[in-house]
């Protein structure tokens, strides 16, 4: 079974600029969630997508955004870049889980590492 | 409030060596999960265990083992006979029982194992 996919692997923008990260989950997951992992800063929740939409946002500005597709992948835009947004982005998924959406264990992906200059 | 602590920044110990790694969790809900995840080189953060906070036994899988203690809200990890590939950044993760979907790690714990 293919495990979370992540692309590009690698992108570099220079400030100002908009980002698009993408994510694939594991087949017949249902959620997504993106993770930020800035050096000294930690694994940081940034967005939880269930079933198309937006189910819960960690404490980022709004030019974090994305979207859940049908297919259940999803996209993590980061609009006007700065500096600090330079860090490795994660993608996990999960199935619905018995107790409902967000309950089950993630798994994730391998990251997309994104420089701003 | 909800955090989780692990409290070593880097272990380092030399193969064979068996080695622990602390995690200590605060949460309000009578109702969570704990999890624990390795993060090698590569980046990728694998799973490894989960454990929900009405099930106190403490699980051993090969040369894994994990012992939670709800008393102290400890929820430790344990290499034995530590191998080379075991070196990696260890992850504790705490979630809630709601349905707020987000995992709430530690800042990680970096085991270096040398031959």
């Known amino acids: 079974e293919a495990g979370v996919t992540q692309s590009p692997t690698h992108l570099i923008k220079t400030r100002g600029q908009q980002a698009t990260l993408r994510c694939s989950p594991i087949?017949?997951?249902?959620?997504v969630y993106w993770y930020q992992q800035a050096l000294g800063l930690g694994l940081q929740f940034l967005l939880w997508?269930?079933?198309?939409?937006?189910?819960n946002r960690g404490n980022f500005p709004p030019r974090f955004s994305g979207r859940q597709f049908p297919n259940y992948s999803s996209e993590l835009n980061v609009n006007a870049l700065e500096l600090e947004d330079s860090a490795l982005y994660l993608c996990?998924?999960?199935?619905?889980?018995?107790?409902?959406?967000?309950?089950?264990?993630?798994?994730f992906g391998p990251g997309t590492r994104l420089t701003v200059l | 409030a909800q955090k989780v602590t692990q409290a070593q920044t880097e272990i380092s110990v030399v193969e064979k060596e068996d080695v622990t790694l602390d995690c200590v969790y605060e949460?309000?809900?009578?109702?969570?999960?704990l999890f624990w995840y390795k993060q090698p080189p590569s980046g990728e953060l694998v799973f490894l265990i989960r454990?929900?906070?009405?099930?106190?036994q403490n699980e051993i899988s090969g040369r894994y083992s994990w012992n939670f203690q709800k008393s102290t809200s400890s929820f430790n990890f344990t290499i034995t006979a530590s191998q080379v590939v075991d070196s990696a950044v260890y992850f504790c993760?705490?979630?809630?029982?709601?349905?707020?979907?987000?995992?709430?790690f530690g800042k990680g714990t970096k085991l270096s194992v040398k031959p």
């Open positions: 996990a998924s999960s199935p619905a889980g018995l107790a409902g959406p967000g309950t089950d264990t993630q798994y």
């Open positions: 087949s017949g997951h249902t959620s």
């Open positions: 997508y269930d079933e198309g939409e937006e189910r």
């Open positions: 949460t309000r809900d009578t109702t969570y999960y």
């Open positions: 454990r929900n906070s009405f099930d106190e």
């Open positions: 993760a705490l979630r809630n029982g709601g349905s707020q979907g987000n995992l709430i």
